[in-house]
């Protein structure tokens, strides 16, 4: 069983629908990214929360230590958020990071 | 806006030749790290460097793999022979210092790797 488990795997959305991407983790940690990866490669750092919630334009991360679960919501979605959405975790005292799968996000208009 | 650095993007070569490439990350960032990342799965990591010295490479294959961090900037990745395997999208990171809990890691391009 992966360290860190995202749901859904894929996820197709029409425009302007809300979106929630899950992240469960099985490890005590000290920090939780959420990452953006379009097609060609690149990743980018959306988010980093120890506890409680973060809101970036149209993104909202929260977290629930006890529960060891996060979501990542994107309302009034667009094609341009289509990507792979992925959570990692920095692992106890470690600046180590555990990555989930990704969770394939397409957004058609 | 400060990015970090990586070369070439992509990479065609065939098994058992050597390819190597190449990170240059945030001016000023002491910790660099190199993750493999397989097609349809999260990164993972292969080694990370503080400074100069080298603070976790037990997921690297040494036999095949080697990476140096000479002056505690760039850092370059070698594989050598290639294999199949290896086929894969190789991303280089950087932070301020493994020391600061809640510390940033900011990715390159990546360099998307094909084994022929």
């Known amino acids: 069983k992966n360290e860190v488990e995202q749901s859904p795997q894929n996820l197709t959305a029409q425009e302007g629908e809300f979106i929630t991407i899950n992240c469960s983790y099985s490890v005590g940690i000290s920090a939780l990214h959420w990452l953006q990866q379009h097609p060609g490669g690149g990743i980018v750092s959306l988010f980093m929360l120890s506890s409680g919630k973060k809101k970036h334009g149209r993104l909202i991360a929260t977290i629930n230590i006890q529960e060891k679960h996060s979501s990542l919501h994107i309302t009034a979605s667009h094609p341009r958020d289509s990507a792979v959405y992925i959570c990692a975790v920095k692992a106890g005292s470690t600046d180590k990071l555990i990555f989930g799968t990704g969770t394939r996000l397409q957004v058609f208009p | 806006e400060a990015e970090v650095a990586q070369s070439p993007r992509y990479k065609i070569t065939e098994k058992s030749q050597a390819v190597a490439f190449w990170c240059d990350p945030i001016?000023?960032?002491?910790?660099l790290y190199w993750y493999r990342q397989i097609l349809g799965q999260g990164p993972e990591l292969l080694v990370q460097f503080q400074d100069e010295s080298v603070v976790d490479d037990s997921q690297l294959p040494k036999d095949r793999f080697s990476a140096e961090r000479l002056k505690g900037v760039d850092s370059t990745l070698k594989i050598q022979p290639a294999e199949l395997g290896d086929s894969a999208m190789y991303l280089c990171a950087s932070s301020l210092s493994l020391y600061r809990v809640l510390d940033e890691q900011y990715f390159g391009p990546g360099t998307r790797l094909t084994v022929t």
């Open positions: 001016s000023g960032h002491a910790t």
